[in-house]
T-cell receptor, first 117, second 111 residues
Framework: NAGVTQTPKFQVLKTGQSMTLQCAQDMNHEYMSWYRQDPGMGLRLIHYSVGAGITDQGEVPNGYNVSRSTTEDFPLRLLSAAPSQTSVYFC????????????????FGAGTRLSVL | QKEVEQDPGPLSVPEGAIVSLNCTYSNSAFQYFMWYRQYSRKGPELLMYTYSSGNKEDGRFTAQVDKSSKYISLFIRDSQPSDSATYLCAMVGSGTYKYIFGTGTRLKVLA
């Protein structure tokens, strides 16, 4: 019963480096999303996907890329890391359509803490 | 003006107290209202879920939605130190996937 799994849990990067944050879910959810959480800012949506091959931008997409080749995986790529991308990143997933009145309940991973020096 | 406003706290209460956490919102299209609990260095976990207006109770937790006032509340009865966490409200409209989150209220229950 893994749910939403994020790797790595912690990462330190130097400015300009690139990396990929991994997210996988085993609940056959159509919808997946990436958020960043910063003090005083709450959770802000970076990118989301409503199914394999379909992605779209959220509130703060600049500096990030995503792709969705399978239902299970939704990696987030930092193209050229900047100190402003120091944050905690959360992946979440949900069913696309509700069942039993639980439409769109999002389930979150444990997060990746990223520091960019 | 933010779509969702939530007092960040911190809120400190003695063990056994009744806790009231609140969010206000401006978008009348929101139909689904959620409360998530987030322990330090953990991901948000769903606590309560309500569709449209009304009350929902689950053990020591009660969620209330007043759509006419655009106001939602979470009540915690007989609060315990284990309830110490950040509580996030979240809302979404029907037929959309874009959640809007409050900034979270940090709660500390003192033993």
């Amino acid at each position: 019963n893994a749910g939403v799994t994020q790797t790595p849990k912690f990462q330190v990067l130097k400015t300009g480096q690139s990396m990929t944050l991994q997210c996988a879910q085993d609940m056959n959810h159509e919808y997946m999303s990436w958020y960043r959480q910063d003090p005083g800012m709450g959770l802000r949506l970076i990118h989301y996907s409503v199914g394999a091959g379909i992605t779209d931008q959220g509130e703060v997409p600049n500096g990030y890329n995503v792709s969705r080749s399978t239902t299970e995986d939704f990696p987030l790529r930092l193209l050229s890391a900047a100190p402003s991308q120091t944050s905690v990143y959360f992946c979440a997933s949900s069913y696309r359509y509700g069942t039993s009145g639980t439409q769109n309940i999002q389930y979150f991973g444990a997060g990746t803490r990223l520091s960019v020096l | 003006q933010k779509e969702v406003e939530q007092d960040p706290g911190p809120l400190s209460v003695p063990e056994g107290a009744i806790v009231s956490l609140n969010c206000t919102y401006s978008n009348s299209a929101f139909q689904y209202f959620m409360w998530y609990r987030q322990y330090s260095r953990k991901g948000p976990e769903l606590l309560m879920y309500t569709y449209s207006s009304g009350n929902k109770e689950d053990g020591r937790f009660t969620a209330q939605v007043d759509k006419s006032s655009k106001y939602i509340s979470l009540f915690i009865r007989d609060s315990q130190p284990s309830d110490s966490a950040t509580y996030l409200c979240a809302m979404v409209g029907s037929g959309t996937y874009k959640y809007i989150f409050g900034t979270g209220t940090r709660l500390k229950v003192l033993a």
